[in-house]
């Protein structure tokens, strides 16, 4: 439950949507870029997740995977030309033209070499040859990156290839294969060629036809026959003539001898490229070349292949079983490490998450200094990300970003480790990392904007409760011209909210006096209305209403001067009317504080603001018992504003109305609003705790058969949510409910309040809880000497062990004076009185509820001497 409180209170701060990628608690009064801009790890890890895919033969998967990189709101600016650019090299990989040119026509980066190839690469691609030698004619080699300098020449081949100018364009592609930096690219260079060459400039005539065919036969089994052969497969195919052209190459395939294996070896490509990687005629081809090719150029180009054509599970499943054969095989494989990255790469992409990391791990192990390792690399970083294994993550990008040469992936990998780091907790290394960035702000590529990196370095220091380190650095830093407003912005709320969750409310409203007296130079005027808006809230959450009822109109007279962005001073404005109106009702100006929520609403209809006041003025309802009121309200709310972020709060908090109203109709009312919630808002994180509380509401009913299968749909359904034992707890309780007249309902019962007590992953106050439990299922089937074992074993282990017993939080000591109540009891039924009133003393020592029974109880032992001594 204590999600459902932290959420309430996110709620209460109007921020953007809670988003699990993000790493700073969204600020209120900052825009939704601004709360997302702090967690580019994600995009990072995708971006050398898609690099990879694409390299390896999966460029399906790349395209989609820059697609949601594109969708992310933390991508930095900068990035997106870039990854929109990569989006389209896939695209066209993947033999999608249309929605390649239709991501170029889109893309409004800047029309830089970059751009310049990529659209010179499409263009030759549909046989637009004009329109590609333009492309080239923008281009300046200098300004591209290594691995493009070879697509350049590559480009050029291919427009002497549509000029039909056959020996400058093998010259070129042969230029582009020496250029390539890997392996990975020299076979993607490979297969272009092919491709290339088999798409003939023109379509042949019948007479080139004729001559090819003759000269196939006339030199059957000689070079010039087999270099025939393939012309007359191409040109046959050039004339959408495949299944002839694949009869040819099948024939010469049975008569090559085993001498001309690398004649073979073209054959094959060939077949494969004409056929087609997805169909089985193809795959078969490939897979040949893979397992005995004579070239390992050859095999990693047919590897290349198979893999693109490898676009479902079960196409990359089959992937993995001759890759595992191959793997298994007595003989090293040539291009072992490649097939282990593909393998890897492919049970990546199907979160087969041990098997990837095993692949990419034994590469590591097995080939140290392998051209792969930062691939190997990067999918174990990827494999770390996903399952929020952040520490190893941060490792991992420690070592990759060794690898990779001064720039931009560098300094990315950089960020990548701060926010691993912080994202593990581990908050004064991420501090340290942080810090290291800035350092070198200036040095290396700008990977994010100076001031989210001063942010995320005051938030770290926040998070590793040094708060006077935090306030100093951000003193220090409020000068430097790159830490924006609204970054500063976030800074001071959360050093401000820190210092009130230690109760240090006087030195943050001095804080916020302070700023606010500095001077406009020192606070922009943006940062100062927002800091008007702060003291307001300060001064609400303390206690004092009247103060803040002030402070609201100082604030919107401030807002009314200043020059602000429309949605902010929208923002702002609609806000601090809220706020206002919650002080007024806090005084019980109910009449003054109701007509200001209903001005609120009238003013901006669909502002946050607004639609959060219905949930204000429910509350303000319940608590003066108008719980019917309050109910009508939200699900009136509810059903204006279904889309609202606040919509699946409401429903929930309408449900705990109806359920505090405590007739069958009203938790039958509740019920319906969990059941709403749950099925009009499936994604929502509530869900789980409707459902849960569905099946207290059906236990109130008496219905512990429906109560038990809604938990059980819980314990199936939700396994690795954080509070799914409460939903095993809560089944434990129905079981031992119908456990009366049915044996194995009580044993099962039994069972699982044993496994939660024991559970050391489980929290403490559930522990003592389930081993109250336990006990007292024990005790009530007769078995009185195991219960006061178990009874003890949980005061042993959770009470008299100093540890565990400051870990006890309210309900905890709720159910420990509990359980020694019970413990008392059943030593005083079994006649060790002494021992009874040791249970109740423990009581009354530890300060614990059930304080004044524990007392009668002890009042009653110490009279009953006086009593027997009377005459």
Do not use: C
């Not at 249309?98 to 800047?110: I, Q, S, T, V």
């Not at 893979?290 to 479902?312: D, H």
């Not at 995320?456 to 409020?478: G, K, P």
């Not at 009581?843 to 304080?851: A, E, H, I, R, T």
């Amino acid at each position: 439950m204590r999600k459902i409180l932290r959420l309430a209170a996110l709620l209460l701060l109007l921020p953007s949507a809670v988003s699990r990628a993000q790493v700073a608690n969204p600020s209120p009064l900052a825009s939704e870029r601004a709360n997302a801009a702090t967690a580019v790890g994600g995009w990072i890890v995708a971006e050398g997740r898609a690099n990879s895919a694409l390299q390896s033969g999966f460029p399906a998967t790349a395209a989609l995977l820059y697609r949601d990189i594109l969708g992310d709101p933390a991508l930095a600016g900068e990035a997106r030309p870039r990854i929109t650019l990569a989006l389209v090299a896939a695209l066209l990989d993947t033999g999608d033209v249309a929605a390649a040119e239709a991501e170029l026509k889109a893309y409004n980066g800047p029309s830089d070499s970059s751009y310049r190839l990529r659209a010179g690469l499409l263009a030759a691609h549909a046989r637009r040859r004009e329109a590609a030698k333009t492309e080239l004619g923008e281009v300046n080699a200098d300004h591209l990156a290594p691995g493009e300098r070879a697509w350049w020449l590559f480009l050029q081949a291919q427009i002497a290839d549509l000029d039909n100018d056959i020996a400058r364009a093998n010259s070129l592609y042969e230029q582009a294969v020496q250029a390539a930096v890997s392996e990975q690219q020299r076979a993607r260079f490979l297969l272009a060629q092919a491709q290339a060459q088999l798409q003939m400039a023109n379509a042949p005539t019948e007479q080139e036809l004729n001559a090819w065919r003759s000269n196939m036969e006339k030199h059957a089994g000689q070079g010039l026959g087999y270099d025939s052969a393939r012309y007359y497969a191409a040109g046959l195919y050039r004339l959408n003539r495949g299944a002839e052209a694949l009869s040819v190459l099948q024939r010469h395939l049975l008569v090559i001898p085993a001498s001309e294996r690398n004649v073979a070896d073209q054959f094959r490509l060939m077949l494969g490229l004409i056929a087609g990687e997805a169909t089985p005629e193809g795959r078969r081809a490939l897979a040949q070349l893979v397992r005995s090719a004579v070239k390992p150029e050859t095999q990693r180009t047919a590897l290349y292949l198979l893999a693109r054509g490898s676009r479902t599970p079960a196409e990359r499943e089959e992937l993995r079983r001759m890759l595992s054969e191959l793997i298994g095989a007595p003989t090293l494989h040539p291009i072992i490490e490649d097939l282990r990255l593909v393998r890897a790469q492919a049970a990546l992409q199907d979160r087969q998450y041990n098997a990837a990391e095993e692949d990419a791990r034994l590469l590591l192990e097995f080939f140290p200094g392998s051209p792969l390792k930062p691939a190997a690399l990067g999918v174990r970083l990827a494999v770390a990300w996903d399952l929020r294994l952040y520490r190893s993550a941060a490792d991992l990008a420690s070592q990759l970003r060794v690898l990779v040469p001064a720039g931009r992936e560098r300094a990315e990998l950089g960020v990548l480790v701060a926010e691993a780091y912080f994202r593990a907790g581990d908050f004064k290394s991420a501090a340290d990392a942080y810090e290291a960035i800035l350092r070198d702000v200036h040095a290396a590529p700008q990977v994010v904007p100076t001031g989210v990196l001063i942010f995320m370095r005051v938030l770290a220091d926040i998070r590793a409760e040094r708060i006077d380190a935090a306030a100093t650095l951000l003193d220090e830093m409020a000068g430097n011209a790159a830490f924006d407003v609204e970054n500063r912005w976030q800074a001071e709320w959360n050093l401000i909210r820190e210092m009130q969750a230690r109760n240090l409310t006087a030195p943050a409203q001095a804080r916020v006096e302070k700023l606010l007296a500095s001077g406009t130079a020192n606070v922009p005027g943006e940062l100062r209305v927002r800091l008007l808006w702060l003291r307001a809230k300060l001064s609400f959450d303390n206690g004092a209403a009247q103060a803040a009822v002030g402070q609201v109109d100082d604030l919107i007279a401030a807002v009314n001067a200043a020059q602000l962005e429309p949605a902010l001073k929208s923002e702002v404005t609609s806000t601090a009317q809220l706020l206002k109106a919650q002080a007024l009702l806090e005084l019980g100006r109910d009449a003054d504080g109701a007509a200001l929520l209903d001005k609120l609403r009238a003013d901006f209809r669909d502002a946050k603001a607004a639609l959060y006041s219905y949930i204000v003025q429910a509350s303000r309802q319940a608590r003066r018992g108008d719980l019917a009121g309050a109910q009508k309200t939200l699900s009136d709310m509810v059903d204006a504003h279904p889309k609202s972020e606040f919509a699946p709060f409401a429903l929930y908090q309408a449900g705990l109305y109806a359920e505090q109203q405590g007739l069958d109709r009203n938790l039958q009312d509740a019920h319906r609003f969990m059941e709403k919630l749950a099925k009009d808002y499936p994604g929502h994180e509530l869900v789980f705790y409707a459902r849960l509380k569905q099946g207290d509401l059906l236990r109130k009913l008496n219905d512990f058969g429906s109560a038990r299968l809604a938990y059980e749909n819980l314990v199936n359904n939700f396994g690795q949510h954080p509070d799914v034992l409460l939903a095993q707890l809560a089944l434990a309780d129905s079981l031992f409910a119908q456990g009366a007249n049915n044996v194995t309902n009580y044993e099962s019962a039994s069972a699982l309040y044993e496994r939660l007590r024991d559970l050391p992953a489980a929290a403490t106050d559930l522990r003592v809880e389930a081993g109250y439990k336990w006990g007292f299922a024990l005790s009530r089937r007769g078995r009185a000497p195991e219960a006061q074992a178990v009874l003890w074993g949980v005061v042993d282990g959770f009470l008299m062990d100093g540890a565990q017993a400051a870990k006890l939080g309210a309900k905890g000591r709720y159910w420990m004076s509990r359980t020694l109540l019970e413990l008392g009891q059943l030593l005083e039924e079994g006649g060790k009185l002494d021992e009874a009133q040791r249970a109740y003393q423990l009581v009354v020592d530890n300060k614990l509820g059930g304080v004044a029974e524990a007392t009668a109880k002890l009042a009653r032992f110490r009279a009953a001497p006086a009593e027997g001594a009377k005459p």
